[in-house]
């Protein structure tokens, strides 16, 4: 009988594949015990809050914000399995809602989910040019798994990466990185301290009678570095930024925007807006913080971090607690 190579060449699979699952497990293992030691003063300093919710269920998380009202976080994001990108709300009593969205077109939402936010009657979430309102109050009293319907949509002149509502204004923002997402060569400015900044933040303030309730074009430009996930604003008026990309450590700047120089002004659209530079020169604290940061949000003075590491798409924060929302104070 002809001896069968079949066994020899599956053992000889299975040896490489255990290889190579001992390999990346060796790798996560070496990243785990790096995050411990390089990110030590932030877990010293923070606060672990409750869980990131559908990380197990095909949800990468990009966003976060927190209805007062209703005491209620709002998450953002998409779907790793290409199921349309819901959004979650996880109420006090740690009770999670689940929800699709149909865009005013009727299809249902199957975006990047960016950011999440909210100012007065609506909920606002972001789309690939600006963003669509939802209204607050059906979100509030619907159930797990009903479906909401936007109400409007938006247009913006940059493609939102992240968005807050922050002392009434309104701030959107771009992402950058050099090759892989590139902003407009216009956006790349000169800081008064030396660097370049590659991205922008448009600030619109209340306009009884703007879109949404915010004025048509921004009341003032901001410029930024690359690779930034999130902002918020704290209670004494200061600049948070999350940066973060790919697996290394990923950091929260402040900046005082109070010392920001003031650059002239920037034309959006046909109207000057004053521009500010958010640069070394206004940088008053950098926290280093665990891999893939993303969305930021500030709530009774303390800066909430979402992350989506523990996500089943990329798993390495299953390994150092990266499921769990943190808080910490800005400084």
Known sequence: MK?????PAIA???VGATAVAAVAMAGILAKRRRVHVTCKP??????RCFKIPGLNDGFVPQDLFYLDDEKTWLFSGYQANRKPSPIFQVREDGTVLRHEVLLPDGSLYRGHGAAITAAGPLVFLTVRDGFVALDRATLAAADDGETLRAIGHRT?????AFMNVQKDMLYIG??????????PKSHWLRCPSGETNTALVYAYAPHAHGPFGFGEHPAAVYSIPGNVQGLCVTPDGNIVLSLSWGLGDAEVRVYDPAHAHRGGSYLVEGHHCPLYFLDDATLVQTLTVPPMAEGIDEHDGQVYLANESASNLYLLGKFYDGGYVYSFPES
């Open 3 to 7: 001896k069968s190579t079949l066994l």
């Open 12 to 14: 000889t699979a299975a």
């Open 42 to 47: 932030f877990y010293r300093e923070a606060t």
């Open 156 to 160: 913006v002149p940059l493609m939102p």
């Open 174 to 183: 771009e992402f950058q990185h050099r090759g892989l997402y590139p902003t």
